[in-house]
């Protein structure tokens, strides 16, 4: 069975802060895939970020960034310099054999 | 680069009339096609996928229906709305094959009443 746990509901940080938002997910393959995904407002799906679960090195997109912990199958969002537009839900999402997600973290940015 | 395209972006139904919502993509051929269904406050729940024209399969039994009549079209259907049909409707597309990543359209807000 693949899961997906996002054991933060909410989190809030101030403007140019850095924030982490947390991610653990099971699979039994070996073969599989992580994202991370933001829905502000409007909804729409958006992807931040992915990694390959055979690469070692931690992807990185920007502001944005993982700390992917494959023994630990843990996979985590660094957001740094916060700005008001990172505003959103944050879904983490896990891809083995089919596409699982999370509940959804919801981050808040004050000015 | 290709694009996806959901309509209508709202809607409100009756209990017990039919839906159809549309989603279809652009810029890319034989893509896999995902509907989801976000409850409010929740995560994505798939509802169906599509690996080719007319091939739909189902993740859990509901009162939806999908089909797949085009290489880009991917329809969600259902004869008669319930109340437990209310929620935002995501379309997905990725690449044909080693298509891991999902994109999404704009969704459809549904509101059964």
């Known amino acids: 069975a693949q899961t997906v746990t996002q054991s933060q509901p909410e989190m809030s940080v101030q403007e140019a802060e850095t924030v982490t938002l947390s991610c653990t997910y099971d699979t039994s393959e070996s073969n599989y895939y992580l994202f991370w995904y933001k829905q502000p407002p409007s909804r729409q799906m958006i992807l931040v970020i992915r990694q390959e679960a055979y690469k070692q090195q931690n992807a990185t997109e920007n502001r944005f960034s993982v700390n992917f912990q494959k023994a630990a199958k843990s996979f985590s969002l660094k957001i740094s310099d916060s700005q008001l537009g990172d505003t959103a839900m944050y879904f983490c999402a896990l891809r083995a054999y089919d596409m699982r997600f999370g509940a959804g973290t919801r981050l808040t940015v004050k000015p | 680069s290709q694009t996806i395209h959901q309509w209508p972006a709202t809607l409100v139904q009756p209990v017990g009339s039919p839906l159809s919502l549309e989603c279809t993509v652009e810029g890319t051929s034989n893509p896999n096609l995902y509907w989801y269904r976000q409850a409010a406050g929740r995560g994505l729940q798939l509802l169906f996928y599509?690996?080719?024209?007319?091939?739909i399969s189902s993740e859990v039994p509901q009162n939806l229906s999908a089909s797949r009549p085009q290489d880009r079209q991917f329809i969600l259907s259902s004869k008669k709305l319930l109340l437990s049909d209310s929620g935002f409707y995501l379309c997905?597309?990725?690449?044909?094959?080693?298509?891991?990543?999902?994109?999404f359209g704009p969704g459809t807000r549904l509101t059964v009443l």
């Open positions: 997905a597309w990725s690449v044909e094959k080693g298509g891991n990543t999902q994109y």
């Open positions: 599509s690996v080719g024209i007319g091939q």
